[in-house]
């Protein structure tokens, strides 16, 4: 127990705290106990208080300076470069000793996570991949784009934002670091003296305004850490993405912007190249302002060059071309377009700084997004009835789309705005189908007419099949009188009037079949062989019948429908590779995921619109699927059933064929299988 008015007991504490940017707790120096190891650049604080005397601080030999606190403390504090040995000494005697043992910062490591380029799901959206390691963390990244065509152009510079930093501890000589808030940067990172930090994401974003888009381009990453070392990938080259403009125009003038990046000094070429757009005024129809800024951008071109002209003319003929493309449509799809761009520009902004203002900001571009979908779709509902095409489906095309929106919105809400990404860009590319509805209507209008040719062409040939079962079954049944003629039928055609009658109709069947042969190659793009067989077989047949010959006409008879049959499944073979998917069941849709004008269904028995968002229990033609999924709708037109059914229902088919085929069967037996093979 000290006595009244003694000197109180000296208190040494010595700590090191690691940069800021290390996240490191402070490394407090206990006596007898071996520190960590100290990150290079860390600062050394010594604080003694009690006793008497000046205190002498020895960092590696060097003495520090020591300042006096109050009446009895002092203080002392150093960067710590490399090893070495702290010692404090006052009196002579030793108070406190350490070896410290330094780890240098290494430079760090920065690579590609994969192959940038396109976005796979957003294919206009620029994906850049990346990787680093380093000691703590990499503080800084951005990808640097060359030209591939112009490599001493300036490249183009994109910041990739790296996550959140650790929780970091303020340096101080004057006062120990609280021990809770050591002990809150020891829980924030996963770093330490000596390890390695790694971390991985992917960037995205939105190039296409920029004049290289379109073009190869090479590009590296380069990375900094917190002490300021820099480390670079491997270059990689890659396509910058760019739209797809569907107006020429708009599509010639990405062509001249391109050309005056690779080429800046042929400002003339590029003019003239404006000038030759600038005739053809009826590619404008009512942008007369778009043609008078592109007349002003040719004169530009033409001026003595200056800083940033070509810049800002490459700009305007970026907005002449977005002007151009959006002319064709009507102010609900326009708008729509502009909705979109904006909702793009929104979350790259919160994707690179997802503050609560940015967030706000993308949750307010997803509603508007969301009426201008409404009024879109209200829109096309208006133009696709004046056409004669029904909608039935555009509330559920509504609905989806609103619960997409939503979901985005709510990820956004909570902050996940990877989800908030994943759901926009499948939102986007719902809406790509959307743009492109009037277009899809009218193909599947022209797929409708298609359809119902070939069902026509089908029925013209089962009614060839089935005359020139007539035409056996009069020979079959003058061989039945020639060779029986006691129980001939006195009232039974004159066999020579008849002969010559089905000459007749075999030189006309011929000619009918080469028609459809003709009219079949120009619906299907090919001509099935075995019909060219049963032709032969028909000419062959009215030769037979010509001279009397009726076992030889039979003979070539019956080859014509064993033929005709044939040919009518290489024909139903063609038929469901160009009007389905090349595969039995499995129907193509001609609108997409969106915009598919299904045949058949309008309430007019025209075409209807959007049958994709009908509803799960429907296949692609709009049918209702059942257990086995090969429901038949009995409005569509051309009919592929499932695969189970249609093996079942071809063996029917066949074995009816094979027997109509068969014509010394009785009458009445072939009259009932020709009504049972019209079913088909």
Request: proline share 8%; hydrophobic share 40%; net charge positive.
């Amino acid at each position: 127990t000290p006595t009244a008015g003694a000197a109180p007991a000296p208190r040494l504490l010595a700590w090191i705290t690691p940069p800021a940017y290390t996240g490191l707790a402070p490394v407090y120096l206990r006596p007898g106990v071996p520190p960590a190891p100290i990150p290079s650049g860390s600062r050394l604080a010594v604080s003694l208080a009690g006793g008497s005397g000046r205190p002498a601080v020895h960092l590696d030999g060097q003495r520090l300076p020591v300042r006096r606190i109050g009446t009895d403390g002092f203080s002392a504090g150093a960067p710590v470069i490399t090893s070495g040995r702290l010692a404090v000494r006052r009196g002579g005697r030793s108070l406190g000793a350490w070896s410290l043992d330094v780890v240098a910062d290494r430079p760090p490591t920065i690579t590609w996570a994969a192959p940038p380029g396109a976005l796979a799901v957003d294919p206009v959206q620029t994906r850049l991949p990346w990787r680093t390691k380093d000691d703590y963390g990499v503080v800084a990244l951005e990808a640097r784009l060359r030209l591939a065509g112009r490599p001493a152009a300036p490249p183009l510079t994109v910041d990739i934002p790296m996550p959140a930093a650790a929780v970091s501890v303020a340096d101080t000589d004057a006062q120990a670091p609280d021990a809770a808030q050591a002990t809150d940067a020891a829980q924030a990172t996963g770093a330490r003296a000596g390890g390695t930090v790694t971390r991985s994401g992917e960037d995205i974003v939105d190039l296409t305004a920029n004049p290289w888009a379109g073009l190869p381009v090479r590009a590296r990453l380069l990375g900094r850490d917190g002490a300021g070392q820099s480390g670079t990938s491997a270059t990689v080259a890659f396509v910058l993405p760019a739209p797809d403009f569907r107006n020429p125009v708009a599509r010639a003038l990405v062509t001249v912007r391109q050309a005056l990046s690779l080429a800046p000094d042929r400002r003339a070429q590029a003019a003239g190249a404006i000038a030759g757009l600038l005739a053809r005024t009826d590619a404008f129809g009512q942008e007369y302002g778009a043609w008078l800024e592109l007349r002003l951008d040719a004169q530009r071109l033409l001026l003595p060059a200056g800083h940033g002209r070509i810049g800002r003319v490459q700009a305007s003929l970026w907005q002449v071309a977005q002007r151009l493309e959006d002319a064709g449509l009507d102010p609900s799809a326009r708008a729509l377009a502009q909705a979109r761009r904006d909702l793009g520009q929104a979350l790259d902004r919160a994707l690179r700084d997802p503050s609560a203002a940015n967030r706000q900001a993308l949750e307010a571009r997803l509603r508007r997004l969301e009426r201008a979908i409404a009024a879109r779709l209200a829109a096309l509902r208006r133009d696709l009835a004046r056409q004669g095409i029904t909608a039935p489906h555009t509330a559920a095309a509504a609905h989806r789309l609103e619960n997409m929106a939503e979901a985005a919105r709510r990820a956004v809400r909570q902050g996940n705005m990877a989800a908030a990404r994943a759901r926009i860009a499948a939102l986007q590319r719902l809406l790509d189908s959307l743009s492109n509805a009037k277009a899809m209507a009218a193909q599947a209008r022209r797929e409708l007419a298609a359809q119902q040719q070939a069902q026509q062409e089908l029925e013209e040939l089962n009614a060839l099949i089935r005359r020139e079962g007539r035409l056996v079954d009069h020979a079959h049944r003058r061989l039945q009188q020639a060779g029986n003629p006691p129980l001939a039928d006195p009232a039974a055609a004159d066999p020579t009037a008849q002969r010559a009658a089905d000459a007749g109709t075999q030189q006309a069947l011929h000619h009918q079949l080469s028609q459809l042969m003709h009219s079949l190659e120009a619906l299907a793009g090919q001509r099935p062989p075995s019909l060219g067989r049963a032709r032969t077989a028909m000419g062959g047949a009215g030769t037979a019948l010509a001279v009397g010959n009726d076992p030889a006409a039979e003979a070539a008879e019956q080859a014509a429908i064993a033929a005709l049959q044939k040919g009518g499944q290489e024909l139903g073979q063609a038929l469901a590779k160009q009007f389905g998917s090349g595969q039995e069941g499995q129907g193509r849709q001609p609108g997409g995921e969106l915009g598919l004008a299904r045949p058949g269904n309008g309430a007019d028995g025209g075409p209807s619109w959007l049958p994709g968002l009908g509803g799960p229990q429907e296949d692609p033609f709009g049918r209702q699927e059942g257990a086995g999924g090969d429901a038949l709708d009995p409005r569509a037109q051309v009919t592929l059933p499932g695969q189970g059914q249609a093996g079942r229902t071809r063996r029917i088919e066949e074995e009816l064929r094979r027997r109509q085929g068969q014509r010394t069967r009785p009458p009445q037996e072939l009259e009932y299988i020709d009504r049972l093979l019209k079913q088909f």
